[in-house]
């Protein structure tokens, strides 16, 4: 994996971005001075507290927000529009209820001109890597909650994206589920050596897939602390057991005790 310190590696580049929105009220600073590097083939979390920008600064990465100021760079070049390489993912699976599970993954590849019999056979391919095969005509009324974020996940992916965006992707399912999830994610980025820009609200969830954690403080959003994430892979859900796991969780958590995002009394 690429880390912080290959600058000549960078795949991502993120300097001193400050986002500000205009309200009623005046303005809200969301995101303050960001400056982190993402390499190749890396997987970074971002967890944080509701409001500090991490969905924002998602946006701006796909190119979907600009910045009230700093810079936003892929392979050097500074991102002024929507990119066209990337995979996003977001906590609803949005999924079009008239369209089965394929044509649901069949929708990206329409809208991207793509060959229709190859797009159908890695959308097979895909729904069978996440243990949907089976599954590919059934309608999103008739799949699990479970299932239908699977089924986005296998969209996002359709097109070979050299960067993959996920924003709480696993939020809204139940413990079990999200943990499958987690280890289905985990073996699709480890097949296919993927770059993945993670947000989450969940400690665990950051330390057990990520090669570097970014913890960032309450509104406005600053980096608190990069954190590197020296587990071996591929990781188990037993390794969340281990004092190794116990640590890195324990420092992202002090943070927060001292930021007061969590109080113990």
């Known amino acids: 994996m690429t880390t912080a310190g290959d600058d000549d590696?960078?795949?991502?580049r993120i300097e001193n971005l400050s986002k500000v929105y205009a309200t009623r009220d005046?303005?809200?600073?969301?995101?303050?001075?960001?400056?982190?590097?993402?390499?190749?083939?890396?997987?970074?979390?971002?967890?944080?507290?509701?409001?500090?920008?991490?969905?924002?600064?998602?946006?701006?990465?796909?190119?979907?927000?600009?910045?009230?100021?700093?810079?936003?760079?892929?392979r050097g070049r500074t991102v002024d529009r929507p990119r066209t390489d990337i995979g996003i993912v977001f906590q609803s699976p949005v999924l079009l209820e008239w369209r089965s599970a394929l044509g649901n993954i069949m929708l990206q590849a329409e809208a991207r001109n793509m060959n229709r019999k190859e797009a159908a056979a890695r959308g097979r391919e895909l729904l069978s890597t996440v243990g949907l095969a089976g599954f590919e005509d059934r309608f999103p009324h008739e799949l699990s909650g479970g299932m239908?974020?699977?089924?986005?996940?296998?969209?996002?992916?359709?097109?070979?994206?050299?960067?993959?965006?996920m924003d709480e992707p696993f939020g809204a399912l139940d413990a079990l589920t999200r943990d499958q999830l987690v280890l289905d994610l985990q073996a699709l980025v480890t097949e296919r050596r993927m770059t993945v820009l993670f947000i989450?609200?969940?400690?665990?969830?950051?330390?057990?897939?990520?090669?570097?954690?970014?913890v960032m403080?309450?509104?406005?959003?600053?980096?608190?602390?990069?954190?590197?994430?020296?587990?071996?892979?591929?990781?188990?859900?037993?390794?969340?057991?281990?004092?190794?796991?116990?640590?890195?969780?324990?420092?992202?958590?002090?943070?927060?005790?001292?930021?007061?995002?969590?109080?113990?009394?």
């Open 9 to 12: 590696q960078a795949y991502l």
């Open 217 to 265: 403080t309450p509104r406005p959003g600053c980096i608190d602390r990069i954190i590197d994430i020296k587990l071996p892979r591929p990781r188990t859900l037993a390794m969340r057991e281990t004092p190794e796991f116990a640590e890195y969780s324990r420092q992202i958590l002090d943070l927060f005790l001292a930021r007061g995002v969590l109080r113990e009394h």
């Open 26 to 74: 005046g303005e809200v600073r969301a995101l303050n001075d960001i400056s982190f590097v993402q390499g190749r083939g890396e997987f970074i979390s971002h967890v944080g507290p509701s409001g500090c920008g991490k969905s924002t600064l998602l946006m701006i990465a796909a190119g979907l927000l600009p910045p009230s100021s700093g810079a936003v760079q892929v």
């Open 200 to 214: 989450t609200h969940s400690i665990a969830e950051a330390v057990f897939l990520s090669d570097r954690v970014v």
């Open 148 to 165: 239908r974020q699977r089924v986005s996940i296998c969209r996002a992916l359709i097109h070979h994206p050299d960067h993959l965006l």
